[in-house]
């Protein structure tokens, strides 16, 4: 196990789960898969991440919760590195965390493993009642990750998360 002043790789693991996505504060940033490594550097932590989309205003906000997060329960300087060689993809969103964004009442995005056309992004699955008679009512969401649906069972607006 690797370790600095006692402190594990696996601490700094559990530390950044409770490291919310500020727009679905629901979803950790594990969760969502943007933080690509953690290390430990001569006696600091250094995480990197990943953003989910060229621009994201909410990358400021997410290096200064890493960073408090970690300093404060480790004592450990920590640096917070923007990953520009990984890309991200809705793919990294871990199966726990596509269960959290459908009973926060958001689509999961689609595996694009499983081929993305403009047909099967139209009919996504109602995250509150399940049915799949909806309706594709703008591919523009609240943020550029998301597009709005309408179901037509349970005449529910919902969210659907990009497949990207």
């Not at 990943?50 to 329960?73: N, R, S, Y």
């Not at 009973?103 to 081929?115: D, E, H, R, T």
């Not at 009919?123 to 009512?137: D, G, K, M, Q």
Request: proline letters at 5%; hydrophobic letters at 35%.
């Amino acid at each position: 196990m690797i370790e600095t002043n006692n402190i594990s790789l696996e601490r700094i693991w559990e530390l950044l789960e409770e490291v919310k996505d500020p727009e679905i504060p629901v979803l950790s940033l594990v969760e969502l898969g943007v933080i690509t490594n953690v290390a430990f550097v001569e006696n600091k932590v250094v995480v990197k991440m990943t953003p989910t989309f060229t621009g994201c205003p909410a990358l400021d906000f997410m290096q200064k919760q890493i960073k408090v997060k970690v300093e404060k329960h480790t004592g450990l300087e920590t640096q917070v590195i923007i990953d520009k060689e990984t890309l991200w993809s809705s793919d990294k969103i871990s199966d726990i965390g596509k269960e959290k964004l459908k009973n926060f009442g958001i689509a999961p995005p689609l595996k694009k493993a499983c081929g993305i056309s403009m047909e099967s992004f139209k009919y996504t699955p109602c995250p509150f009642c399940n049915s799949a008679n909806t309706t594709l009512r703008s591919t523009f969401g609240s943020t550029l990750c998301r597009a709005q649906h309408y179901c037509n069972d349970c005449k529910q607006s919902f969210e659907q998360f990009k497949p990207l």
